[in-house]
């Protein structure tokens, strides 16, 4: 007879290890004084810009937590013998070894707001992570984007072949969704319940599958400004909304709060986007790890095109301050946060 965990599910399987708990307790709900976790990023803002030091010690919090949440993910999904040691293998290649890990450093971030213990929001980011990973692996693909390189490696499917990629997409989608669902996440199954369906409404059809549908529609024909912010606001900016989302769900935020973090999230992913696509339009392949000029390349509709590099460059600032006003009632301890809606507009990769 199969051995079974407490959870019901068999100890052989691939499935999120439960971390260590930490001793942070929850705040209550609300807007916290200030964060149980991190170094405090203080940031003198100069008409909604965050000081440059603030900046700089952003980029070293973001080094070490995506240490923190590869570490997670190594855990989580450990090598295994068996038929299935190739699968395992191809999940860990996706996902694994780079990354900037924004999206599980924006839901660590934000449930430090709210007295998070980390070893939640870890899993929640490494959540966040997985979902990323298999949407970059099943994108790469020939019938996608058809890109052989991924964060200055060869694509998964080139790696080792495309059935093998799609399943490896296919199994880190389902761990994502058994991270949420497993009672390390939260005791209490009610965030559980509410980060499952967040997700699953930030990936699906209604966010970024739809905006990937939309995006291959799009190539070799002109779309408009509101077409191509409403494909990338899907695409790519639904689950970087969610991510950030994810952190006051874990922190039982109230709706009021909850809103204002979801704004943050949306216009952060917005200016992700523009600057991506600045990015795209003049970085080098070794500068962005993947093959630059794809868009052109492809005709798609783009900020760029749109709006040429200065312009997209304003609108990315512009976004960025629009993030950063979504925490006015927020304190200090949200710096970290407006601190990341700079980076994402001054990055080169």
Not at 18 to 29: K, Q, R, V
Not at 46 to 67: E, F, K, S, W, Y
Not at 133 to 156: C, E, F, I, K, N
Not at 206 to 224: H, K, N, P
């Given at each position: 007879?199969t051995e079974t965990?407490?959870?019901?599910?068999?100890?052989?399987?691939?499935?999120?290890?439960?971390?260590?708990?930490?001793?942070?307790?929850?705040?209550?709900?609300g807007?916290?004084?200030?964060?149980?976790h991190?170094?405090?990023?203080s940031?003198?803002?100069?008409?909604?810009?965050?000081?440059?030091?603030?900046?700089?010690?952003?980029?070293?919090?973001?080094?070490?937590?995506?240490?923190?949440?590869?570490?997670?993910?190594?855990?989580?999904?450990?090598?295994?013998?068996?038929?299935?040691?190739?699968?395992?293998?191809?999940?860990?290649?996706a996902?694994?070894?780079?990354?900037?890990?924004?999206?599980g450093?924006?839901?660590?971030?934000?449930?430090?707001?709210?007295?998070?213990?980390?070893?939640r929001?870890?899993?929640v980011?490494?959540?966040?992570?997985?979902?990323?990973?298999?949407?970059l692996?099943?994108?790469?693909?020939?019938?996608?984007?058809?890109?052989?390189?991924?964060?200055?490696?060869?694509?998964?499917h080139?790696r080792?072949?495309?059935?093998?990629?799609?399943?490896?997409?296919?199994?880190?989608?389902?761990?994502?969704?058994?991270?949420?669902?497993?009672?390390?996440?939260?005791?209490d199954?009610?965030?559980?319940?509410?980060l499952?369906?967040?997700?699953?409404?930030?990936?699906?059809?209604s966010?970024?599958v739809?905006?990937?549908?939309i995006?291959?529609?799009?190539?070799g024909?002109?779309?408009?400004l509101?077409e191509?912010e409403?494909?990338?606001?899907?695409?790519?900016?639904?689950?970087?909304?969610?991510?950030?989302?994810?952190?006051?769900?874990?922190?039982?935020?109230?709706?009021?709060?909850?809103?204002?973090?979801?704004?943050?999230?949306?216009?952060?992913?917005?200016?992700f986007q523009?600057?991506?696509?600045?990015?795209?339009?003049?970085?080098?392949?070794?500068?962005?790890?993947?093959?630059?000029?794809?868009?052109?390349?492809?005709?798609?509709?783009?900020?760029?095109?749109?709006?040429?590099?200065?312009?997209?460059?304003?609108?990315?600032?512009?976004?960025?301050?629009?993030?950063?006003?979504?925490?006015?009632?927020?304190g200090?301890?949200?710096?970290?946060?407006?601190?990341?809606?700079?980076?994402?507009?001054e990055?080169q990769?």
């Amino acid at each position: 007879m199969t051995e079974t965990t407490a959870a019901g599910i068999p100890s052989g399987s691939v499935l999120p290890a439960t971390i260590d708990p930490l001793s942070a307790n929850e705040t209550a709900s609300g807007i916290p004084s200030g964060s149980a976790h991190a170094p405090h990023l203080s940031a003198t803002q100069t008409h909604g810009r965050p000081a440059h030091g603030a900046v700089d010690a952003l980029r070293t919090a973001l080094g070490l937590r995506a240490a923190e949440v590869e570490a997670a993910l190594d855990r989580m999904m450990p090598p295994v013998p068996g038929a299935e040691a190739r699968l395992v293998e191809a999940m860990r290649y996706a996902t694994l070894g780079g990354g900037k890990r924004l999206r599980g450093f924006l839901a660590t971030e934000v449930a430090d707001l709210f007295g998070v213990p980390r070893a939640r929001s870890l899993r929640v980011a490494a959540s966040v992570e997985m979902l990323h990973a298999y949407s970059l692996v099943h994108d790469d693909l020939p019938a996608m984007d058809d890109d052989d390189l991924r964060r200055g490696q060869p694509s998964a499917h080139i790696r080792f072949d495309e059935a093998t990629a799609i399943l490896a997409g296919d199994a880190l989608q389902t761990l994502a969704f058994a991270t949420l669902a497993d009672p390390s996440t939260h005791p209490d199954p009610q965030p559980r319940i509410a980060l499952v369906a967040a997700l699953a409404d930030a990936a699906g059809a209604s966010g970024m599958v739809g905006g990937q549908m939309i995006d291959m529609e799009g190539e070799g024909r002109a779309l408009s400004l509101p077409e191509v912010e409403r494909l990338h606001a899907l695409k790519t900016g639904r689950l970087i909304r969610y991510s950030a989302e994810a952190g006051a769900i874990l922190g039982q935020a109230p709706p009021p709060v909850r809103d204002r973090i979801a704004a943050y999230g949306r216009d952060l992913g917005a200016a992700f986007q523009v600057a991506d696509d600045v990015l795209d339009a003049t970085g080098t392949a070794e500068q962005l790890g993947k093959t630059a000029g794809k868009d052109a390349e492809a005709g798609k509709s783009t900020f760029v095109a749109l709006l040429g590099i200065e312009g997209a460059r304003a609108e990315a600032d512009r976004l960025a301050r629009a993030a950063s006003a979504a925490l006015d009632d927020f304190g200090p301890e949200a710096d970290g946060l407006r601190a990341l809606a700079r980076y994402v507009v001054e990055r080169q990769n």
